[in-house]
Each structure stands twice: as C-alpha cells, then as structure tokens.
C-alpha cells in the first residue's frame, strides 16, 4: 500500500502543478476469489489479484477519468495528463461543477476474524461440496440441477484529493449465489439466489449460510410440487422483505439516481421517470404512494453488502430517505449532480475498481418498518395472496413499468394463510400503482443481497435491498 499511497499523492502533486481545479486519486488493491460447483461437481475457480491507481481531474469546465495499472511514477504522470486532456476536450457548453465539501482524514473498514486469504483453496471447496451433499441429502431427484457460487471480494484503498482529503479502505464481502433447478408438476421451476454481506470467512458460519440455502430451496421444491394455477383478479397482496427490497430497488432506487435523472445514463443503463416530476413540483411535495411509504437508502448499515461510511469522493455516508412518509423527499446524488441541485452531495458515489470512474450508487434500500405483524396484515383480508418470494422480474428503462413474478405463493382466505400455493402469479404494476396501494407496513426487517448493475463498462456494486412486509390493497392480478 506505502508504494501505491506515495504515488496517488505524486499524482495529486503532479496534477495540481497543472493548475487544475480538482484531481483526486484513488490507488486500489483487491483481490477477487470465485468457485462454483455444478451438481457437485468443480465447474470454475479462480483467483484475481488486481491494482492500480485511478485519476480524475475537474478542469475547464469538463471531467476527465484515466487509470493506470503500472505503479510508476511516469505512468502517474501520463495518467493525470491523459485525464485533464479528456477534462479539457469535452468543450461543454454548461461547465461542470463539483459541490463543496468538508475535506476529511479518516480510516475505516470491515472487522474480520479471518480474511479468505487464510483459507486454504480446499477447505473452499469443500464447503461448496458439502452444501451440494446436503441438497442431494435432502431432496434428491426434485433437485436434479444445482448450482453453487461462492465469491469473496477483499480490497483496500487510498483516495487523496487536492481539496485536503486522506482515506484508507478496507473492505471484504463474502456472498454465495444458488441457480437451482426443481422438479414441477409439468415442467420445472428456478431459483436464483443470493445471500452476502461483510465480514472474514466467519462470516458464512455466523450467518448459517447452509442453513439459509437448505430452507431456500425447501421452498422452491414445495412450490414446484404443490403450487396450482388459480384465477383471482383483484385481491389484497402481502409482498414478503424480498419482494418489498426488489421493489424499492428498482422502481424507487433507480429512479433517484441523479446521473440517470439528468441524462448521464441514458444511453447505458435507462432513464428515469422522476424528470417529468420534477419539472412539475418540488421535493417534498410530489405524492409518489400513501403515507405509510417510507423507502431508505442506507451505506452505514454494519454487515451489509453495500456497506461504507465514506463514498469514493470522501464525502460521509449517512442514510438517504428517499420518499418520506408517501413523498419524494431526496435523491441520490455524488458531488457533480448535488452542483447541478446547488447541495451538498449525501455520499452515494462509488466505484468498483480502481479503472473505475466512481458514479451514483445505491447502497441498501429498503421500505422503512411500520407497526404492524405479519398476523395483524394478515386477518383483515378477506381474500389475498402472500408472496414470499419472486423467481423473476422485469422494469422498463424508465423504471417505471414493472412485472414481478411469485415463486412461494401462498392463498389468503378470511384472514389466514392457508397451505394452497399459487403457481407464479404476477404483478403488473407501476411504481405508483405500487406504492399507492400500500396500506400497511410490518415491523420486521430482513434484507436479501443483490448486485446492481450500471455503467458501461458495466459496474456491480454488491447491494442490499429488503426491509419490512407490505400489504397492498385491490391489486389486479395476473398469471403465466
């Protein structure tokens, strides 16, 4: 790190004799470790150990981001001139700026027990294996095709700006995935799923990870076997912690993305609904659902996938309360788009590796809890669904047409849960028809993991997205 350290402040030094009005150097070391079984079989392994430094510069008006992954000063050098050649090309018409923020010296990172490096590639291995034996164990022909995906990610980083700010990183995330395959009446059902967070090795013991995938897949075989079509129309809905986190991740957490609000990822990864919106009101004052809508945006959350306490600009996270009590009430802004809204950023700038220019992100965005128990939700429908969890899904670039299909569903009549499944209902909604219908809001909190893609060259940001129990009344139901 002493190396990479000195030569992010060379290339500060380097750049600010270049009279430039921001540079900011971010020097990266991870190390990326992924295995993955098929039918407990070894189908891939492999170990990435990756570092650079990447370099942005602010200057006459435009941004110019280069890396480099040749630690020496002469490639510093030519990085910072390449990236106020690109600042100084794009003869913008409307000159970027940057908010002003407090300059900051800080460390922080992630408690580890016991880092992946100190375990051996076989005990590894072995875990995977294990995992696949007790699936054959315990569901045997109904789990035909299985497979196991471990991925643990370690990183630490330097970032420096001209501005007086110093932060050190350590980082490590640990995340298994399942894409398995159950036996149906006809046909078959999948099952992607993820669990991850922060932490050492420890972490897969701690979180009974084994544990998570037996019940997981308990309930993709029981609703391959059990779950019947049925013709319901217009029902109550209870959506389940994953439903409500995939919800608020994409027609919530998208939309507020200010890049893609203002134009800058149009031509990537979609548009946002949010711009007709705003040219009509102001925040705190556009309704998007009912006023038990509170939907949070939150980095400081200890354990979890999307995990910081500083953003790549070292600007202090803190949570995001992105609709409050049914309104818009903030967007997730990095320093450029808070200068377009004339405020200070709220940290959500980040960037998956150093050859990375740092963007607007999500972190972990969920449905604030409420005050009701999922019994409470429950016994006042007269007939309904609960949807525990979703096999697919799918939102328009807008974010604003969404489809989201069951996997455990389950029948509500007269105010209980009974044992008839529903096989892959569908709701067709859009964002506000969802957060218009949400009439009541458990008080328990889960929070499934997720990658959030964006970009181009594409970034994955580990994320997590969940929260409380919705109920949804009068929804229109659909079925495949």
Request: aromatic share 8%.
């Amino acid at each position: 790190m002493n190396n990479g350290k000195d030569l992010a402040d060379h290339a500060i030094n380097y750049g600010s004799s270049h009279q430039v009005k921001y540079i900011e150097a971010r020097y990266v070391e991870k190390r990326e470790e992924g295995y993955t079984t098929r039918n407990g079989e070894l189908f891939g392994a492999g170990i990435t150990p990756t570092k650079g430094i990447g370099i942005r510069v602010l200057t006459d008006g435009g941004v110019g981001f280069a890396s480099t992954a040749k630690l020496t000063q002469k490639s510093i050098e030519k990085a910072v001139e390449d990236a106020i050649k690109y600042a100084k090309s794009c003869n913008r018409q409307n000159p970027i700026e940057f908010s002003e923020e407090k300059p900051v010296q800080t460390k922080w990172g992630v408690e580890v027990k016991r880092s992946f490096e100190d375990v051996s590639v076989e005990e590894k291995q072995e875990y995977l294996v294990k995992m696949d034996k007790q699936l054959v164990e315990n569901f045997g022909k109904d789990l035909p095709n299985r497979m196991l995906m471990l991925s643990l990610t370690s990183e630490n980083k330097y970032i420096v700006n001209n501005e007086g700010s110093q932060m050190k990183v350590s980082l490590s995330n640990p995340i298994l995935h399942t894409f398995n395959t159950a036996v149906a009446k006809v046909g078959t059902e999948q099952r992607f799923m993820g669990k991850g967070g922060t932490g050492g090795w420890e972490w897969f013991e701690d979180e009974d990870v084994i544990g998570v995938v037996m019940e997981d897949n308990r309930a993709l075989v029981n609703a391959a076997k059990n779950a019947t079509d049925m013709k319901l129309g217009v029902i109550d809905v209870i959506v389940s912690s994953e439903v409500a986190g995939i919800m608020a991740h994409e027609n919530v957490g998208h939309p507020s993305e200010s890049d893609r609000i203002l134009g800058r990822e149009g031509a990537q990864a979609g548009e946002s609904f949010y711009l007709d919106l705003l040219d009509k009101g102001e925040m705190g004052q556009i309704k998007m659902g009912n006023p038990e809508v509170t939907i949070i945006d939150d980095p400081t959350i200890k354990g979890s996938s999307g995990f910081y306490l500083y953003d790549d600009e070292c600007v202090k996270a803190r949570p995001r309360e992105l609709i409050k009590d049914g309104m818009l009430n903030e967007l997730l802004l990095n320093r450029e788009f808070a200068a377009r809204y004339n405020i200070p950023s709220n940290g959500s700038s980040r960037a998956i590796a150093f050859n990375r220019e740092p963007i607007v992100r999500m972190a972990n965005t969920y449905f604030k809890p409420g005050s009701y128990t999922l019994e409470e939700m429950v016994e006042d429908v007269k007939e309904g669904m609960y949807m525990k969890s979703f096999t697919e899904w799918n939102i328009d670039d807008r974010r604003f047409q969404s489809k989201y299909v069951g996997m455990e569903c389950f029948y509500i009549k007269d105010g209980v849960i009974t044992d008839k499944m529903i096989r892959r209902p569908t709701l067709e909604l859009t964002t506000f028809g969802i957060l218009g219908s949400v009439d009541a809001v458990s008080k328990d909190f889960e929070n499934p993991h997720g990658t959030c893609g964006k970009c181009d060259p594409m970034q994955g940001v580990p994320v997590w997205m969940g929260g409380a129990q919705l109920r949804m009344r009068n929804i229109q139901l659909g079925g495949i």
